[in-house]
């Protein structure tokens, strides 16, 4: 059946750091895949999209990348400050699919 | 400013009582969704409709219900068929060209039901 993964131990790294997280995905061949940012008790806000046929993704302190043959996803915080602590969510569309399928998330925990 | 309100923020039912969750958006989205959250679930999809007077059910429908008579609103009701209506609800909405995939999701900031 198809899954996502991603690391469901928070990750706590100190401010200044790069934070790396994984999206893991089997039995599905995704065109486009997600990247949201959830804090408590609030709705997801999405951060960046990349294509099937990109390697790697930019925006300002973000950045995604998508090996389509490891079937992953890594999603980095380059000089992660407190205020980047939240969920993280991947989230990835497939060719037969009708809407996005979700991720359970990664916390994220930026110690000052 | 444009986005996608819910509400209540707390909803409280009484066991065998049909509640309605509201989910309103003055984003111009034709597409609506509604997924619930539970601690350590990801999101799972209720509901969703791509246009108004349409919807198709997710992969967790039993028990909800949905309709869509305005481009804006897409309420949500949980029915007291629904046995474990506890969690956090939902709303998202997106543009509606193809692909779906490639349209970011925009989400109110929720209504966490509970059962008295």
């Known amino acids: 059946s198809q899954k996502i993964e991603q690391n469901s131990e928070a990750l706590n790294i100190q401010e200044g750091k790069t934070a790396t997280l994984t999206c893991n995905y089997t039995?599905?061949?995704?065109?486009?895949l997600q990247w949201y940012r959830q804090d408590p008790g609030r709705g997801p806000v999405f951060l960046l999209l990349?294509?099937?046929?990109?390697k790697e993704k930019r925006k300002e302190r973000l950045k995604v990348t998508f090996d389509t043959t490891l079937k992953q996803s890594l999603f980095h915080i380059t000089a992660s400050q407190p205020a980047d602590s939240a969920t993280y969510l991947c989230?990835?569309?497939?060719?037969?699919?009708?809407?996005?399928?979700f991720g359970k998330g990664t916390m994220l925990l930026v110690s000052p | 400013d444009g986005g996608i309100t819910q509400s209540p923020k707390y909803l409280f039912r009484k066991e065998g009582q049909n509640v309605t969750l509201s989910c309103e958006q003055n984003?111009?989205?034709?597409?609506m969704y509604w997924y619930r959250q539970d601690p350590g679930q990801g999101l799972r999809l209720i509901y969703y409709s791509q246009i108004v007077n349409d919807f198709q059910k997710g992969d967790i429908a039993e028990g909800y219900s949905v309709s869509r008579e305005k481009k804006e609103s897409f309420p949500l009701t949980v029915t007291s068929a629904q046995k474990n209506p506890t969690a956090f609800y939902l709303c998202?909405?997106?543009?509606?060209?193809?692909?779906?995939?490639?349209?970011?999701?925009?989400f109110g900031d929720g209504t966490r039901l509970s059962i008295l």
């Open positions: 990349i294509r099937e046929n990109e």
């Open positions: 998202a909405s997106s543009i509606r060209e193809s692909p779906i995939g490639y349209q970011p999701q925009h």
């Open positions: 989230a990835l569309w497939a060719s037969g699919y009708s809407t996005l399928t």
């Open positions: 984003l111009n989205h034709d597409a």
């Open positions: 039995n599905y061949s995704p065109a486009y």
